[in-house]
């Protein structure tokens, strides 16, 4: 009888086992080295019986079995123990519990910290980047990075401790990105700034007090990069 386990049906110990025996050994010679019959292995093979804990102890002194797989035959054995009616009811169980975590289960996304803003408002990138798993968003999880506010004159747009979600552009279009928040470089500096575009000049807007609103007329933007457009941030609180 097969089970369920975790979204998956359970290998029996037969098949478990199967797979040291398969290649390397016959079920006649493998009877001869635990001292039992051929046919009691085929019935362990074919799931006809469960096997002894003298017969895995030996099996086990044989074969390089797993922990993994240890696990697995123990999980398998203890459940074909129990009555046939509690087997089915437990099998329903863990069908229903399975089905209902895929309900509620979120989908996620699994983003690179690259770097944070620090409190005199310099935008520094980390040496050693490391993953940060978020709420899904949109967009294959590659194309994505974060950054970490760490300065209080972002304030009332963005917040100390936010997590700012930027998706990477491979190709720039500025009038896509009229009125829309962006993480720029220009002359090594980085800024996070409101982008506007008007009959083919840039007006990057300041977010903070401290910093001015850079113009820059037609011709004059091929220094300016596009790190990333703001796709979301996350509030600590």
């Known amino acids: 009888m097969k089970y369920e386990s975790e979204g998956e049906i359970m290998e029996t110990t037969g098949e478990i086992l199967e797979k040291y025996i398969r290649r390397k ?5 493998l009877s001869k080295l635990i001292g039992v ?5 085929s019935n ?36 074909r123990r129990l009555p046939k009616k509690i087997q089915e009811e437990i099998t329903l169980f863990r069908q229903d519990e399975i089905i209902q ?4 289960k979120l989908p ?6 690259d770097g944070e803003i620090l ?16 709420p899904k968003f949109e967009g294959d999880d590659e194309d994505l990075f974060s950054i970490i506010v760490k300065s209080d004159n972002y304030e009332p747009k963005f917040h100390y401790l936010d997590t700012l979600i930027f998706s990477k552009q491979k190709k720039i279009n ?3 990105l009229h009125k829309k928040y962006c993480l720029v470089e220009y002359e090594n500096k980085k800024y996070i700034k409101n982008v506007e575009y008007v009959e083919d000049t840039i007006i990057l807007k300041a977010l903070n007090e401290k910093e001015d609103t850079m113009i820059f007329p037609k011709g004059t933007y091929y220094n300016l990069r596009i790190l990333g457009i703001l796709k979301g941030c996350l509030h600590l609180y």
């Open 25 to 29: 050994i016959s079920q006649v010679e």
């Open 37 to 41: 019959s051929p046919q009691y292995i």
């Open 108 to 113: 996620v996304s699994n983003i690179v910290l």
């Open 101 to 104: 975590e895929k309900k509620h």
């Open 44 to 79: 362990i093979i074919n799931d006809l019986k469960g096997p002894s804990e003298n017969f895995l102890d030996k099996f086990y002194k044989i074969f390089d079995v797993s922990d993994e797989d240890k696990k697995k035959i123990s999980e398998y054995e203890e459940l």
């Open 174 to 176: 500025f009038e896509e």
């Open 119 to 134: 409190p005199n408002d310099e935008i520094y990138f980390f040496n050693e980047k490391e993953i940060q798993i978020f």
